[in-house]
């Protein structure tokens, strides 16, 4: 059967062949079998027919009415999911939003429960500045539309943060496609891009400048033991917070990460070690308490005391429009940094990317390349400043070739 609608064309199997003999070209339809030939199913194919032929027209027609974008998804979805009725439900948008983040609690990271929090306060805030309502039965194209104009020209938000709030959006409604709440599959076809951002890392120098500065400020010297110790373990701050006692024997560190559910083992180098002995008279746990975002506050302060105040140019996109920055590098720095750090610098030093990969719990490739087209680039401005400083000696005439 084919279905065409303003150029959207969908072809779908009916579920039966019969001989070309036996089929009506004028009435589209299997004709019935002689007397003296075996029964061709014809009043069940028939049947069939006229079934897809209402739910298609059915389709079409709740589409036109609930402006509802007729795509080849949609369309498939409604004329051939045996499941196809929508189960009717009251509750509002963030009603059942609210049912989705709470059944995630049980299996995401508290960082990923966050982002929920975040997409749903962009959708509460979209609502209310343009008027849209937002409800289970009008994400469409023109939802869409109006979510990308409010996101970039209103909020002046970034290509990276729109390609999250999609993100999350599209596991929502996949989430409630399962259950039924939903049956139009249009949000599978939004479209956000996601750009390569900037990586803000600190040099060998800067880490152990930062590392052995003699801060004052009790907060401060805390704050920057926390940092180092992330930067040279390559923890996350999630996983850092919940380190425990028992999880760190042999010179390694034991953990279920957060983010991935698995265990995996970091060994401990002399600089973790220090700072692992700074702390051992805490009672039942290794390092003291501090929340992601102090540590992301008092870490910047640390880096501007310490000098590390390099401007630092970055671009970063809204509307794939380029913007183009310069700051001190201290104002750059956050928990993520810490990261980046010590797989930037593991590079540099030589270690092997398959034991680095092993260490942080990366398993895409194209994430993990980009550190080691930075480490390249490093080197050859390293050439360049040092063997390409030194001038070359002019020879003398007559001196030997």
């Known amino acids: 059967m084919r279905v065409t609608h303003n150029y959207t064309r969908v072809v779908i199997f009916v579920g039966f062949m019969v001989h070309s003999k036996h089929w009506s070209q004028l009435n589209q339809k299997v004709k019935k079998n002689r007397e003296d030939e075996p029964d061709n199913n014809y009043i069940a194919i028939n049947e069939r027919i006229s079934l897809l032929k209402e739910k298609t027209e059915a389709a079409i027609n709740n589409a036109l009415r609930d402006e509802i974008q007729i795509t080849e998804p949609y369309l498939k979805n409604a004329i051939i999911n045996p499941t196809g009725k929508q189960r009717k439900t009251n509750r509002s948008f963030y009603e059942v939003l609210d049912e989705y983040i709470e059944s995630s609690k049980a299996i995401r990271a508290n960082r990923t429960i966050v982002c929920y929090g975040t997409f749903k306060n962009f959708l509460q805030d979209f609502e209310k500045d343009t008027k849209y309502k937002v409800d289970l039965h009008s994400i469409n194209f023109k939802f869409f539309d109006n979510l990308q104009t409010y996101a970039f020209v209103k909020r002046k938000a970034k290509d990276n943060y ?144 310490a000098g590390i105040t390099e401007l630092v140019n970055y671009v970063d996109y809204s509307g794939g429009k380029a913007r183009e920055h310069r700051e001190p590098k201290y104002n750059l720095i956050t928990n993520h940094t810490a990261r980046k750090t010590f797989i930037t610098n593991s590079i540099m030093l030589g270690m092997n990317t398959k034991t680095i990969k092993e260490i942080t719990g990366h398993k895409k490739d194209a994430v993990f390349n980009k550190y080691v087209k930075i480490s390249e680039e490093f080197k050859k401005l390293e050439m360049e400043r040092t063997w390409d400083s030194i001038p070359i000696q002019k020879k003398k005439p007559g001196s030997p070739k």
């Not at 052995?212 to 701050?237: E, H, I, P, W």
């Not at 973790?272 to 008279?281: F, H, T, V």
């Open 162 to 305: 729109f390609a999250k709030i999609i993100s999350n959006l599209k596991a929502f409604l996949t989430w409630c496609k399962k259950r039924g709440y939903v049956k139009d599959l249009t949000f599978k076809e939004f479209k956000a891009t996601e750009r390569e951002k900037d990586v803000i890392y600190l040099t060998m120098e800067e880490l152990m400048t930062l590392y052995n500065f003699q801060f004052a400020s009790y907060k401060r010297a805390r704050a920057r033991d926390l940092f180092c110790f992330m930067c040279f373990t390559g923890m996350r701050v999630s996983d850092l917070q919940n380190l425990k006692r028992e999880q760190i024997r042999d010179g390694q560190i034991f953990k279920t990460i957060v983010k991935t559910h698995k265990t995996e083992v970091i060994p401990l180098n002399q600089y973790a070690k220090a700072i692992l002995a700074k702390y051992e008279d805490l009672e039942n746990k290794p390092l003291p308490k501090l929340s992601a975002q102090k540590i992301n506050d008092h870490i910047k302060e640390c880096c501007e005391e």
